[in-house]
DNA sequence: CCAAAAGTGTTAGGATTACACCCATGG
DNA sequence: CCATGGGTGTAATCCTAACACTTTTGG
């Protein structure tokens, strides 16, 4: 008998900060590719569920927890890894960076975060996932509302707008968007936030899952491609 | 050590004819589940790329080809398999049956396509797979044109209307349909058909994969959402 | 009082929708 | 000649896109 095909999962977790998107890498301590930056990942015990594995594998190579996560794709080209058969499961995995300390704590190498457009490169082929993860995420911005998994609970719009405006790599227009994404009453207007800086104040806005599911049940559709 | 996890590839093959949507499926000859009708598919070989296990699996089990083939999803609940933990890569694909002949020469138990509308009970947790797929296909229809992957090369204007209503599952308006689609820029009319039925002949279309290929690169977006 | 950010409406143009009649053939 | 399916245009409506000034605060 050939030896067994290995399965792993690996997470490509996105947050938003500095008003840029940012990645989640650790440092790898152990051969192949020693030293360098990888993807948060590893092995799938015999037992558990792929997303238990991303969800344990995150707790112990970085010590954050995380707000949103779906499947990717599936990488197993043979070759990828260059010992073993190894086919992984890579995740999606949506982040608000200020909810988490990257734990130093932790038995794993180093974790950081790098801002997506300066990042260093990546063992296997894990550079190839990231480019996939931010197709999906850009595709996804427009028709789901996951960017405000990247917020904190309690935002302002101009920060919704910087997010969509960094992550899609275009200029929006304040006002239609504004008006759209208000349009679909899924975000709740709470307290007006004052100081920190120079300008008017702005009202923080909110989240309201409930709403959005139960719009969604009624066949709504949130669309914001057209900004 | 615990014994190792599996890995599996399954494939989704649609085809269309009798204007239905149709689904290609085999009769187990083993056990689990033996006597029940599952998706074709197999355990991964040591060497072979994903895509390649597929397409061998689909080659030994049904005899047939494919003209689309893309990742689908892949499904890793442990017990979705009562004897061992399988982790299985599913596929989508799809095909025009009146292009290849199910074979019933390979040593393969029974292949045989049902109308998805009326599917037989299936094996593990393949109709799940198969309503993921059907999610899949439908939502795709609308922003990329691998409908014309179903069709006969040359086809009437009429089939491929048909096609969208049976999958998609709603009248819609010949004449903006044929408006939108035609604008596109992606087919041309070759001859006229004659006879076969009674009515006016109607022109034979042909998808030009070429001319499609090109308008992608210049960010040209297939998007048929609103008819 | 100045700089910075928040907030807000209107209009022209383009896209979508709804809709019905004539044409060409086979039987 | 009639039944069947193929082929076509227009008008009303809705949605999108473009655009600039006023308000409120901190310094």
């Known amino acids: ?63 954050i927890g995380i707000n949103y996560l779906e499947q990717l794709y599936t990488f197993g080209q043979p070759g990828r890894d260059p010992r073993n058969r190894v086919v992984s499961v ?6 608000n960076p200020h909810q988490f300390e990257l734990a130093a704590a932790t038995d794993a190498a180093d974790a950081q975060w790098f801002p997506c457009e300066k990042l260093p490169a990546l063992a296997f082929d894990h550079a190839q996932i990231v480019a996939y993860a ?28 910087k997010l969509y405006e960094s992550i899609l790599g275009w200029k929006i227009d304040r006002r239609n968007f504004r008006k759209k994404f208000l349009s679909f009453g899924i975000l709740t207007e709470t307290t007006v936030h004052h100081s920190g800086h120079k300008g008017r104040p702005g009202a923080l806005f909110r989240f309201d899952v409930e709403k959005y599911l139960a719009l969604k049940e009624t066949g709504f559709l949130f669309d914001i491609r057209t900004i």
């Open 90 to 95: 890579a995740y999606f995995a949506l982040v």
């Open 134 to 161: 931010l197709k999906r995420l850009r595709a996804k911005l427009s028709y789901e509302p996951i960017g405000l998994n990247l917020l904190e609970r309690d935002f302002l719009f101009s920060d919704l707008e």
């Open 1 to 63: 008998m050939t030896s067994a095909i290995r399965l792993a999962v690996d997470a490509v977790v996105f947050g938003y900060a500095d008003q840029r998107l940012q990645l989640l890498l650790i440092r790898r301590n152990i051969p192949p590719f020693e030293g360098e930056w990888a993807l948060p990942g590893g092995q799938v015990s015999y037992e558990e569920s792929l997303e238990a594995a991303v969800e344990r594998e995150l707790k112990e190579e970085t010590g």
